[in-house]
């Protein structure tokens, strides 16, 4: 009897001491990233019937087990890859909001200036000052123009660095995740114990690759985590992964785009709008909604003002009395052409009508017999059986060889029309101010030059140049204000789902103080026990002697 | 509910930031004066600010075009001042040759007092801005308007108005060609002036130079006259087109009153509200900091010595 009271108080011993293990060993991970509280799952031992009726046996380890709840886990996974997805967007449209902000730095002030000059010329059209400013005003906007298409090419080009270094921490987690997949499986199988830091760690990871991209996992028998991102590209099976690749896209060497290898080994891009969630989903998103649309409108902008203001200037005379020339130089649509394309077909496209641009791309592709243009803003798609055609003032011809069927190119009009603005004249005595030649004073067609200013020449003839610069403003204004509302929210869930699964799974000191009493008084407890069957042994001992 | 320790802290430490950043855009605010700091926080109105920039600045320059045309008819209306003046004296001299006592000598008198003030006419006619632009001669601004010939002058120039923008839907004409000033309705008045100087320095000897003498000054008079009245009628048009220029001022100067107040409404700051805001974010961000010190220092742990 004296032994089984001996071995009751041993079991109790031990208990307390994994409890007071594991609750040492919460205390530690209180602000361990990931870390899931753990708990002793005791059970009383198997009583032995004496006859007079079961005797207990003390007490049973049966695991220690963490606190864990996958469904609150994915909650906070889908809220941390939305919150990162917004915050990335954001963080890349401030940029442009911030250089926008600035009322005495945008292009507006500069084309006010510019136009007060061509006012000025037409009070004075023989004075050489008025003409040199007019030259001058002219090039500062060009200037203005022109650093403001950089600094978005910059921005296109901070976006192509990320997008390589976020799939480059893409691969590395899902390399991680593999790896844990594997030990888990051998911890397991080894042991049938939950191997329970380890899950931790391998949870944490997909939380972290959660910030760079939306993975959805689907947990297998065997305890392995299957990922699984963008359309349903698998990322990690097991303990192999199929890692992303960032290459140059094959329509516009300007940037990168995210793909993977098939399993023929073939290259596949995925395409901005493929993946959603976290850092690489937000800044393709940018890029794709937001940036994409602001060259162009800058660019339509450049456009629309050097087309008509040069077909006015050339509908004058200059101090010399020869008909004016070009004022403006301007750049022409940009053609980008699949690399993998298999027939010789190059194409060309001309801007014919500047009221009729838009702020889009466009994609031409060719199945052997129709050739078919969509306007990627809205996916409108429209199929002619030969070519050239106009498609929202700009016409695209074939300018040589022959398609062959799946060929495709990207076409975008206006994207280098802010990159190639600049002033054509140097000369102030080249600027046609007359109507007709040989009249020095004759200041006819500057007054014309001038009402350019406020006529509506641009988006079929609804707005002002400065209107559809005012409608970029505002666009970038807007969708900025949206990110900020809509990343607050997501903000605000991704706490919330984080309170929810902490109030589980987190560790609270003052409960972890109260355990460690509670095992302490146990360990106590247990002790005295063991003195007591101690002393009733020697009880026993006293006897014989 | 449960909460953890690490969330308290989490949660603590994120309130505090929130207030943090929003005391932050209040004092970029105050330092600036500026409402909008950037197009997001008012998409709709900074566009709208872009607009009435623009309407504002073109306003403006249409205020610094009327200064011009100001400058311009001023000039052109004390030139046609002159002129008018010049024309009365030599009215004035013609007045006098129907003095049936003179003699021819004295006749010869007049003729070269004419010479001399058709010198002064011609000089007016060719009068140049400050630019050395001639005001006479139409867009040919760098051509002399007029050139003595024996029988009078000859316009040089063409028939262009210069015309400015002085208002958005109004272009006025800066210049008045010297051709409709001095050689208007078929009536040349250098002409008329080197007739008469012709016929005052004709000897009267017989009865019918005489009457070519008497004849000859009326239709000079009335020839004068008309010149006269020409000058007149355009000074007056330069009169009531400076006028319009006057209220066109007005006009203008209510207008800029209006886009300022309109853009300050957009853009400025109201410096009462936010600086309450301030004081009022100053507490809550205080508040938070000393609850947030008060309940990490609840610990169970303080109790266990």
């Known amino acids: ?545 | 509910m449960r909460i953890s320790t690490l969330q308290l802290f989490d949660t603590g430490a994120a309130r505090i930031g929130d207030v943090q950043s929003a005391l932050a855009k209040t004092q970029q605010q105050i330092a600036t004066g500026r409402k909008m700091l950037s197009p997001s926080d008012d998409p709709v109105a900074a566009s709208r600010a872009l607009e009435v920039a623009q309407t504002q600045s073109i306003n403006q320059q249409y205020a610094a075009n009327r200064v011009q045309v100001k400058n311009s008819l001023g000039q052109v209306d004390g030139t046609l001042a002159s002129v008018s003046d010049t024309l009365l004296g030599i009215r004035d001299a013609l007045v006098s040759v129907g003095n049936p006592g003179l003699t021819d000598n004295e006749r010869g008198f007049i003729a070269t007092e004419l010479s001399s003030r058709f010198q002064a006419l011609l000089g007016l006619a060719n009068t140049r801005d400050a630019q050395g632009n001639y005001l006479f001669s139409g867009f040919q601004s760098n051509t002399v308007p007029f050139v003595e010939t024996p029988a009078g002058a000859t316009y040089q120039g063409d028939s262009g108005q210069q015309l400015v923008q002085v208002d958005s839907t109004r272009r006025m004409a800066v210049s008045d060609t010297g051709q409709n000033i001095f050689q208007g309705g078929g009536q040349d008045v250098f002409q008329t002036i080197k007739d008469m100087v012709t016929l005052l320095q004709t000897p009267v000897v017989t009865p019918a130079n005489r009457a070519a003498l008497s004849a000859g000054t009326a239709t000079g008079l009335a020839d004068i006259d008309k010149a006269i009245n020409a000058v007149l009628t355009t000074r007056a048009s330069v009169g009531t087109r400076m006028q319009e220029i006057d209220s066109l001022d007005d006009a203008g100067a209510t207008r800029d009153v209006q886009y300022k107040a309109i853009l300050s409404e957009i853009q400025d700051l109201d410096y009462t509200e936010a600086l309450t805001r301030q004081s009022r974010q100053q507490l809550t961000l205080e508040a938070a900091q000393q609850s947030f010190v008060k309940m990490a220092s609840l610990s169970l742990f303080n109790f266990l010595r």
């Open chain 1, 1 to 545: 009897m004296a032994t089984n009271i001996l071995s009751i108080g041993q079991s109790a011993l031990t208990a307390a001491q994994v409890g007071i293990n594991t609750t040492g060993h919460n205390i530690a991970n209180a602000s361990t990233p990931g870390y899931n509280r753990q708990v002793v799952i005791q059970g009383a031992a198997l009583a032995q019937n004496f006859g007079f009726g079961f005797l207990g046996q003390g007490t049973e380890i049966s695991t220690v087990q963490r606190v864990y709840s996958e469904h609150l886990a994915t909650q906070v996974q889908t809220a941390q890859s939305g919150k990162s997805g917004l915050e990335s967007y954001y963080a890349q449209i401030r940029q442009i909001n911030d250089m926008l902000a600035d009322p005495t730095a945008g292009v507006s002030p500069a084309l006010q200036g510019f136009f007060a000059s061509v006012q000025n010329l037409s009070n004075n059209p023989a004075s050489v000052p008025a003409r040199q400013s007019v030259i001058s005003t002219a090039d500062a906007l060009a200037a203005r123009v022109q650093g403001m298409d950089s600094r978005l090419a910059e921005i296109e080009q901070g976006i192509n660095s990320q997008v390589v270094s976020s799939v480059a921490v893409i691969n590395t987690y899902a390399q991680q995740i593999a790896t844990l997949n594997d030990a888990i499986g051998k911890a397991l199988r080894s042991t049938g114990q939950p191997p329970n830091d380890l899950l931790d760690q391998r949870d944490q990871l997909v939380l972290e690759l959660n910030k760079e991209v939306k993975a959805t996992v689907v947990k297998q028998g065997d305890g392995d985590y299957n990922v699984f991102v963008g359309n349903g590209q698998p990322l990690v099976v097991g303990a192999r992964t199929s890692p992303l690749v960032a290459v140059a896209s094959p329509t516009n060497s300007q940037r990168v785009e995210v793909g993977y290898l098939a399993s023929n080994g073939s290259l596949v891009i995925v395409g901005d709008n493929g993946f959603v969630g976290g850092k690489l989903g937000g800044l393709l998103q940018f890029r794709s909604e937001t940036l994409t649309a602001t060259q162009n409108a800058l660019g339509r902008v450049a456009i629309g003002l050097a087309t008509t203001f040069n077909t006015q200037h050339q509908a004058g005379f200059d101090l010399a009395g020869a008909a004016g020339g070009a004022f403006f130089n301007q750049g022409g649509p940009f053609i980008g052409a699949n690399s993998g394309n298999t027939g010789t077909a190059t194409l060309g496209a001309s801007i014919t009508n500047v009221g009729a641009l838009t702020t889009s791309d466009y994609h031409l592709s060719y199945d052997g017999s129709n050739y078919t243009v969509t306007r990627l803003s809205d996916n409108t798609a429209s199929t002619y059986a030969s070519l050239p055609q106009t498609v929202d003032g700009v016409q695209i011809s074939l300018a040589s060889g022959i398609p062959a069927a799946g060929d495709y190119f990207l076409i975008r009009p206006t994207a280098k029309g802010a990159t190639g603005f600049s002033v054509a004249l140097t000369d102030p005595a080249d600027i046609a101010a007359a109507s007709a030649p040989g009249a020095v004073g004759n200041n006819t067609n500057a007054l014309a030059l001038a009402a350019l200013q406020t006529a509506n020449t641009l988006a079929g003839g609804s707005v002002t140049y400065q209107g559809a610069y005012g409608q970029m403003v505002s666009q970038v204004g807007n969708k900025t204000r949206e990110l900020e509302v809509t990343s607050a929210a997501a903000t605000n869930l991704l706490e919330q789902s984080t309170v929810a699964m902490q109030s589980e799974s987190g560790v609270n000191l003052d409960e972890e103080a109260t355990n460690l009493l509670r095992y302490q008084q146990a360990y106590q407890a247990a002790a005295k026990l063991m003195q007591i069957a101690q002393d009733m042994f020697n009880a026993l001992l006293t006897i014989g002697r």
